[in-house]
């Protein structure tokens, strides 16, 4: 069954530091997502890409944060200067079409901020 | 805004014994229910659905009841076995702005033991 992977798995970074997460979304979806979970905390949705565009956002997603879909097959999220409150888990999610019972999710990458 | 609250675990069962958690859920307009599971080290995975009132959801033995009056859907299970020991995310579609985004839960580890 195809699925979403995610790399790394987990990564240490030093405050300030640049940090870039990679996905490779299921082969023929279109719609692309990040959510993270802060430990102990809900998943929350970051943003929605879709069309080689950012679709929606939220409040969380700010200047610090951007996402990149830059071969076709991966799709990245970037953390430009990382604080110490960006360490979470993070996922990512794609889906052929518009619809969240579609969404599938990957196993996530663990970010650790010091 | 949309929320979801859920019992916080962990929770810890014998093997065949009973399982209740709790959710409830906060949304202007009709917004679709769902139950993600996360088994260890892998991506969230789609339980079961309901997408409007009194729906019953159910998959792999597990149900749960859209209930509009009481803004509820408690996922239960009959007989639980070593192998549902996950965590069980509550969650809501919002389509608020035309894409699909998912609101969860906070999340509730199920330990259950031989």
């Known amino acids: 069954e195809p699925e979403v992977t995610q790399t790394p798995s987990h990564q240490v970074t030093q405050m300030g530091q640049e940090v870039i997460l990679r996905c490779v979304p299921i082969?023929?979806?279109?719609?692309f997502y990040w959510y993270r979970q802060i430990l102990g905390q809900k998943v929350e949705f970051l943003v929605s890409f879709y069309n080689n565009e950012i679709s929606e956002k939220s409040e969380i997603f700010d200047d610090q944060f951007s996402v990149e879909r830059p071969d076709g097959s991966n799709f990245t999220l970037k953390i430009r200067s990382t604080k110490l409150e960006d360490s979470a888990m993070y996922f990512c999610a794609s889906t052929e079409q518009n619809t969240v019972e579609t969404q599938y999710f990957g196993p996530g990458t663990r970010l650790l901020v010091l | 805004g949309n929320s979801v609250t859920q019992m916080e675990g962990p929770v810890t069962l014998s093997e065949e014994a009973f399982l209740t958690i709790n959710c409830t859920y906060t949304?202007?307009?009709?917004?679709?229910l769902f139950w993600y599971v996360q088994y260890p080290g892998e991506g969230l995975q789609l339980l079961l659905k309901?997408?409007?009132?009194?729906d019953k959801g159910s998959n792999k033995g597990f149900e749960a009841t859209y209930r509009k009056e009481t803004t509820s859907f408690h996922l239960e299970k009959g007989s639980v076995q070593v192998s549902d020991s996950a965590v069980y995310f509550c969650?809501?579609?919002?389509?608020?702005?035309?894409?699909?985004?998912?609101?969860f839960g906070i999340g509730t580890k199920l330990q259950v033991i031989p």
């Open positions: 309901a997408t409007k009132a009194d």
């Open positions: 949304a202007t307009g009709y917004p679709s």
């Open positions: 082969s023929n979806h279109l719609y």
């Open positions: 969650a809501l579609s919002d389509s608020s702005g035309g894409y699909q985004k998912v609101t």
